[in-house]
């Protein structure tokens, strides 16, 4: 898919690697980029660099992303991308109340399914589009003090999964970032984090990945190359793996 021309959404667009995307398909040549936030202040910065458009939404409520979807196809087209990356770090482990494990699962995943609920119909009556989910590393490997966060960047691998192999026959591709740190609000203080072990990257640097990612129809987005060699290596041996991270659990896990 080329991004020339395109319509697309950003989920999370107010900062981070939201912005970074919203930016860089901008300066690809999108037609429009709509920067969706529930910052609606920060997503309206961003969309003013270049023209786009800025829209309040609360991805943790299905009746904003399926406003989003409807208003973004009868405002301004079609929608050929949709790019759902907006989320949250919950740090804990099982202790963690409900209530926010319940936060955190509806916006790192029920925000994707969602979305793709809602968009990939239309996408599919108009001939095609292709999704972007935010995921992590986190989701292939997991995350060191962090369960609610590891848990549901699982899931969103698995959704990606999912809609790739059941609707790639349709017209609709899918790829899912999954890089270790990248520097933004929710990184500040997790510099010498586990998750920066092999270095944080810039936002730029990371939605320069995804533009590649999308024109190849990768499905797997990794800016930190490291993150394919220890995919391979817990694959290999399981229980080593753990092992592993159990040492690096005594290391970083405080």
């Known amino acids: ?22 930016r860089r398909f901008a300066a690809s040549g999108a037609r429009h980029v709509v920067c969706a936030d ?12 270049f023209g786009g ?25 079609p929608i050929d991308l949709f790019c ?16 926010e494990w319940q936060k955190i699962w509806n916006i790192n995943v029920m925000s994707q ?14 001939g095609g589009g292709y999704l972007l989910n935010t995921a992590s590393a986190a989701g292939l490997l997991n995350q060191i003090g ?14 990606s999964e999912w809609l790739a192999f059941s609707y790639g026959d349709q017209g609709i591709g899918v790829s899912v970032l ?21 270095g944080m990257l810039e936002p730029d640097t990371v939605a320069e990945a ?4 999308i024109a190849n129809k990768e499905f797997l987005v990794l800016p930190h190359k490291s993150v394919r060699g220890y995919m391979q290596a817990k694959s290999e041996d399981y229980d080593r793996w753990i092992g592993g991270m159990r040492k690096l659990n005594r290391m970083f896990g405080k």
């Not at 399914?113 to 599919?124: K, L, N, Q, S, T």
Request: proline share 3%; aromatic share 2%; net charge negative.
């Open 1 to 22: 898919m080329i991004i020339e021309n395109k319509t697309i959404v950003v989920t999370g667009a107010a900062s981070g690697i939201g912005a970074a995307l919203a």
């Open 146 to 159: 962090a369960a609610p966060y590891g848990v549901t960047k699982h899931a969103s691998v698995g959704l």
């Open 53 to 77: 458009t800025a829209k309040h939404v609360d991805v943790s409520v299905e009746t904003d992303i399926a406003a989003l979807v409807a208003d973004t196809e009868s405002q301004i087209g």
């Open 210 to 213: 995804c533009e590649l990612a």
């Open 84 to 99: 759902s990356n907006a989320g949250i770090l919950t740090l804990g482990g099982v202790e963690v109340p409900d209530t």
């Open 38 to 49: 529930i910052d609606h202040s920060g997503a309206s910065k961003v969309a003013a660099e």
């Open 113 to 126: 399914v969602w979305a793709a609920r809602h968009v990939v119909p239309r996408m599919i009556e108009h």
């Open 178 to 198: 999954c890089p270790q740190a990248v520097r933004s609000e929710m990184t500040k203080g997790f510099e010498t984090s586990v998750a920066a072990i092999d």
